[in-house]
C-alpha cells in the first residue's frame, strides 16, 4: 500500500493520510453505547478510516481493485451469524426500552408475549408470514387506520421441541403497545368487574387478532433494561443451537434470527484516537464508577475486561461495563473531542 503523508497532525498523534485521492486517518479507539451498557474497544494498530465529505473506497480507482474470494465454512459462518444476532438484539433492545410512545403519544411499559400455532405449522416462510399479518392487524385494530404501523417491537422465532412437535412459535417483546385484553376469558373478567364496558367487543383481544393459537404474557419481573434484553436474547438460536445439520436440511441457514420493526434506535458507536494516558484513564474512571450490583450477599461491578488477537487488525482490548448515563455522557463527550470529525 502506497501512503503518503500529508503533513497534517491532529492532537493525540493522530494523523491525516493521503490514499487512493482520499484523505484517511486512523482511529484506535471506539465506543457503543445502548442504554447504560457500553462497551470500549482499543486497537493497538489503528483502524483506517475515511474522511465523511470524501467518497468511499469503492467509488474510487475501483478498476484497480483486487477482490480477494474468501471461502466460509458454512457451519462456522451459521455459528457466527448466531453470535452476531444475539449482541445484535441485545444491543437493540437496550437502546429502545421507554424510549416509543403509542399512537396516541402515551408511554407504555414494555410488554413480552409468547405466540403459538395450534397447528403444526414447521414452515419458518410461512410463520413469519403470519407473524407479519398479525402484526398488521393489530395496528389496524389499535388505531383504526390501514397501513398506519406504529408498533416498535422485536420478536424471536424459535423451534418448540416439546412432544416432538417441531412447531415454530414467537416471543414478542413490545416497546410501545398499549394495553389490550389478552383473551376473551379476560374480556369477560373485565367486564364483570366493571372495568370495560358491556358494549365491549368480545374479540377485541390479542389472541382473536393473532388466530392461530395461544397467547402468553411472560410473567417476569426485571430490575433494568440489560436484564430484559438478556431475558429476550437468550431465544435466539434457542432449539437450533449446534443443530447446523437440522438448519442445513431444513433450508434455515440464512434466515433471520429475529424480526424487528422499523423505527428503533441503533446503539450509538463513536471512535477517536487517543494516547495511551488516554485510554488508562477512560478504563481507570470506568473501573471506579461501574454500576455495582449485590448478588448471593456479594457486591460486585459490572466490568468486564477482553483481549484478542485478530489476525487482520491485530491486538484487540478494551472492556464491558455499565455506568449511569450521567457516567457514559461524560466518556462520550471524550470521544467527540477527539473524533475530529470522522465517523466510521
Known amino acids: 500500500m502506497n501512503v503518503e503523508r500529508r503533513g497534517v497532525r491532529l492532537d493525540a498523534g493522530a494523523e491525516v493520510f493521503e490514499y487512493c485521492d482520499r484523505a484517511c486517518y486512523k482511529y484506535n479507539a471506539k465506543i457503543k453505547t445502548a442504554g447504560d451498557s457500553c462497551k470500549v474497544v482499543f486497537y493497538k494498530n489503528g483502524i483506517m478510516c475515511g474522511y465523511p465529505k470524501n467518497k468511499k473506497f469503492s467509488d474510487i480507482k475501483k478498476e484497480n481493485a483486487v477482490k480477494e474470494v474468501v471461502e466460509y465454512d458454512p457451519k462456522e459462518r451459521f455459528e457466527k451469524t448466531g453470535r452476531r444476532a444475539r449482541v445484535r438484539l441485545h444491543d437493540l433492545v437496550k437502546s429502545n426500552i421507554n424510549k416509543h410512545k403509542d399512537f396516541r403519544g402515551k408511554k407504555q411499559t414494555f410488554k413480552m408475549l409468547t405466540l403459538t400455532f395450534r397447528d403444526d405449522v414447521k414452515d419458518l416462510t410461512k410463520a413469519n408470514k403470519e407473524f407479519n399479518l398479525f402484526i398488521k392487524r393489530l395496528n389496524y385494530v389499535l388505531t383504526g387506520e390501514k397501513g398506519y404501523s406504529f408498533l416498535r417491537y422485536v420478536a424471536v422465532s424459535e423451534l418448540q421441541n416439546k412432544n416432538n412437535r417441531g412447531v415454530w412459535h414467537y416471543h414478542i417483546l413490545f416497546f410501545n403497545l398499549p394495553f389490550l385484553p389478552v383473551s376473551k376469558a379476560m374480556v369477560y373478567r373485565l367486564v364483570a368487574e366493571g372495568k370495560l364496558t358491556d358494549s365491549y367487543d368480545v374479540y377485541r383481544n390479542i389472541a382473536s387478532i393473532w388466530g392461530h393459537g395461544n397467547v402468553d404474557v411472560a410473567k417476569v419481573t426485571f430490575s433494568d433494561s440489560y436484564d430484559v434484553a438478556a431475558y429476550i436474547s437468550k431465544y435466539v438460536g434457542k432449539g437450533m ?89 461524560a466518556v462520550k463527550d471524550v470521544f467527540k473531542t477527539y473524533s475530529y470529525g470522522f465517523e466510521v
Open 241 to 329: 443451537e449446534g443443530s447446523f445439520d437440522f438448519a442445513s436440511s431444513n433450508g434455515l441457514l440464512y434466515k433471520k434470527r429475529f424480526l424487528s420493526s422499523t423505527g428503533l434506535i441503533g446503539p450509538e458507536v463513536q471512535i477517536a484516537f487517543l494516547s495511551k494516558e488516554q485510554r488508562n484513564s477512560l478504563f481507570k474512571y470506568f473501573k471506579e464508577n461501574g454500576k455495582h450490583f449485590k448478588k448471593g450477599g456479594e457486591i460486585g461491578s459490572y466490568f468486564e475486561s477482553f483481549y484478542f488477537k485478530n489476525d487482520y487488525i491485530g491486538e484487540v482490548f478494551g472492556f464491558d461495563m455499565r455506568a449511569s448515563l450521567k457516567r457514559i455522557s
